[in-house]
């Protein structure tokens, strides 16, 4: 129950050796095939509080990286960089759009 939209893969095996777990899986599968959920819309978040943590923890994380990181926490920080540049440039699109 819920308002989110479920879905379920079952994986199966024609082999014997499997049996007894494909049996198990169709029946869990079937058991599942009954869940009734109804998708509704969610409200929308305001893009300016998102957009400004977005560019809050870009300027950190840049910042750390400016300073200067050593040993195997570089390339961590480096993708994180990036990946709060992406978030704020998604987030900045989406606010010009409304």
């Known amino acids: 129950m819920g308002s989110a939209l479920t879905g379920m893969i079952t994986c199966i095996s024609q082999s014997p ?3 007894d777990e494909t049996y198990s899986s169709l029946g869990y599968g079937t058991t599942m095939s009954k869940l009734l959920n109804r998708g509704k819309p969610q409200p929308a ?4 509080k998102l957009l400004g943590l977005a560019q809050k923890k870009h300027a950190e994380a840049a910042a750390v990286v400016a300073r200067g990181v ?6 961590a920080r480096e993708a994180q960089v990036k990946a709060y540049a992406h978030d704020v440039s998604v987030l900045e699109g989406l606010a010009e759009k409304n």
Do not use: D
């Open 17 to 19: 050796r499997n049996g």
């Open 45 to 48: 978040k305001p893009f300016e």
């Open 70 to 75: 050593t040993g195997k926490y570089q390339a």
